[in-house]
C-alpha cells in the first residue's frame, strides 16, 4: 500500500518530489533503496532518535563504491503519490 515501509521497488514520494539525482557533473538518478514510515517502526523506537511520524527515504548510487552519492530525507506528512523513476 502507499505509504507502506520497503526496501526496493518503486517509492512513494511526497507531491512535487523530484526523483533525486547525483551530485556530480555526469547527472544521474540515484536508485531507490528504502522508505521507512516511521509510525510502522516507532514501537522499537530507543531514546526517541527517529521522529514517530513521517516517512524517510533512502536513495543511493548503486555504482558508487565510495558512499558518497547518497541522499535520505525526511517529510512529515503521509500525502505520497507512488512515483517510478523519470524516464
Not at 24 to 34: K, Q
Not at 72 to 87: A, K, M, Q, S, V
Amino acid at each position: 500500500p502507499i505509504g507502506a515501509s520497503r526496501i526496493g521497488g518503486v517509492p512513494d514520494l511526497p507531491a512535487g518530489e523530484e526523483w533525486p539525482e547525483t551530485p556530480s557533473a555526469e547527472t544521474e538518478r540515484l536508485g531507490f533503496l528504502a522508505e521507512i514510515n516511521c509510525a510502522e517502526i516507532a514501537p522499537f523506537h530507543i531514546n526517541g532518535v527517529f521522529p514517530r511520524s513521517g516517512h524517510l527515504f533512502v536513495f543511493a548510487d548503486p555504482e558508487d563504491t565510495n558512499f558518497t552519492a547518497w541522499q535520505i530525507f525526511y517529510h512529515p506528512n503521509d500525502e505520497l503519490t507512488r512515483t517510478p523513476l523519470p524516464d
